[in-house]
């Protein structure tokens, strides 16, 4: 198995308009978002340089503009969304995504995984 070093974000909270009836998405909501950034070098080859890794803030950053930037109907199209930035953006070799939104009563969220990428 090839070894894989991985940089995690938990619980990021993000902002956004999401919703299938024009009236859920007329108000702002928070989704919660597990983001696992897949680098390209393992760590002790980074030599505690940051340009050498991804920036975990910068992408935290990026990604809260990203889903605040319009509106959308499905949380899938968000998680997509958010993973091709990871990659293209960020240089990941690959991400892999849990996107969770706190709207179906008597649960405590509804949520949608993906991987791409390594």
């Known amino acids: 198995m090839l070894p894989s070093d991985e940089i995690v974000i938990s619980a990021l909270r993000?902002?956004?308009y999401i919703g299938v009836p024009e009236e859920?998405?007329?108000a702002s909501?928070?989704?919660?978002?597990?983001i696992t950034l897949r680098v390209a070098r393992?760590?002790?080859a980074m030599q505690d340089?940051?340009?050498t890794t991804i920036d975990y803030a910068a992408v935290a950053?990026?990604?809260?503009e990203l889903a605040a930037a319009r509106p959308r109907r499905l949380i899938?199209?968000?998680a997509a969304e958010m993973a091709e930035c990871a990659l293209e953006e960020f240089g990941a070799a690959g991400v892999s995504?849990?996107?969770r939104k706190h709207i179906l009563p008597g649960t405590d969220h509804v949520a949608v995984r993906l991987t791409r990428g390594e």
């Open 14 to 16: 993000l902002t956004t």
């Open 24 to 26: 859920e998405r007329a």
């Open 29 to 34: 909501q928070v989704l919660e978002a597990d």
């Open 42 to 44: 393992r760590f002790e």
């Open 49 to 51: 340089d940051l340009s």
């Open 61 to 64: 950053l990026r990604l809260r």
């Open 76 to 78: 899938e199209t968000l």
């Open 97 to 99: 995504i849990e996107l």
